[in-house]
T-cell receptor, first 120, second 113 residues
Framework: GAGVSQSPSNKVTEKGKDVELRCDPI?????LYWYRQSLGQGLEFLIY????????KSGLPSDRFSAERTGGSVSTLTIQRTQQEDSAVYLC??????????????????FGPGTRLTVL | KQEVTQIPAALSVPEGENLVLNCSFT??????LQWFRQDPGKGLTSLLL?????REQTSGRLNASLDKSSGRSTLYIAASQPGDSATYLC????????????FGTGTRLTIIP
């Protein structure tokens, strides 16, 4: 596709349920990022995948959050036992980082439209 | 820890005026700085990316400058239009750690027709 896509666009769930959010990065982008945008916290980093390396999970707020990236492309962010404070917009981004010789300063991240999660 | 601040939080100006949005960051060791636009209920659209070695970037009516030593960037919008109304976010990638973006809290811009 032409850009980063995310699904679903909106998700309403009950407290305690598990949810899965999907991200399709731009074709050929080796790096994939998840961010969360909430009213009280602004935009914050969650997790970063780069090629075949182990993901950087340093931004995940709790062990209820996990993510995987299959085949170096599509990524799924899973939130277990959702809580009301998990309500936010979850944004995915991708970039070409990892291509040999690309200067780090030229890394440009492109964002998807986001998934709005509401936990009742 | 890198912190990014944007002032003002909100700005309203009449159509046609030129305006400046400000961004400051606490750690000058950055790879680049990116300006984004976000429309209500939408994702982020990348406007300009300035590498740490650059002083400015221009795209159409937009001009972004970077003064890395002082930890500041400005986004200049010329001849503002109602379609420019949106939230503008700046974000940096720091030299240390992974390539995550650290975002400012944004400036909500309203252009009055």
């Amino acid at each position: 596709g032409a850009g980063v896509s995310q699904s679903p666009s909106n998700k309403v769930t009950e407290k305690g349920k598990d949810v899965e959010l999907r991200c399709d990065p731009i074709s050929g982008h080796t790096a994939l990022y998840w961010y969360r945008q909430s009213l009280g916290q602004g935009l914050e980093f969650l997790i970063y995948f780069q090629g075949n390396s182990a993901p950087d999970k340093s931004g995940l707020p709790s062990d209820r959050f996990s993510a995987e990236r299959t085949g170096g492309s599509v990524s799924t962010l899973t939130i277990q036992r959702t809580q009301q404070e998990d309500s936010a917009v979850y944004l995915c981004a991708s970039s070409v980082r990892g291509r040999q010789g690309l200067p780090l300063g030229t890394i440009e991240q492109f964002f998807g439209p986001g998934t709005r999660l509401t936990v009742l | 820890k890198q912190e990014v601040t944007q002032i003002p939080a909100a700005l309203s100006v009449p159509e046609g005026e030129n305006l400046v949005l400000n961004c400051s960051f606490t750690d000058s060791a950055i790879y680049n700085l990116q300006w984004f636009r976000q429309d209500p209920g939408k994702g982020l659209t990348s406007l300009l990316l300035i590498q740490s070695s650059q002083r400015e970037q221009t795209s159409g009516r937009l001009n972004a400058s970077l003064d890395k030593s002082s930890g500041r960037s400005t986004l200049y919008i010329a001849a503002s239009q109602p379609g420019d109304s949106a939230t503008y976010l700046c974000a940096v990638i720091s030299n240390f750690g992974n390539e995550k973006l650290t975002f400012g809290t944004g400036t909500r811009l309203t252009i009055i027709p």
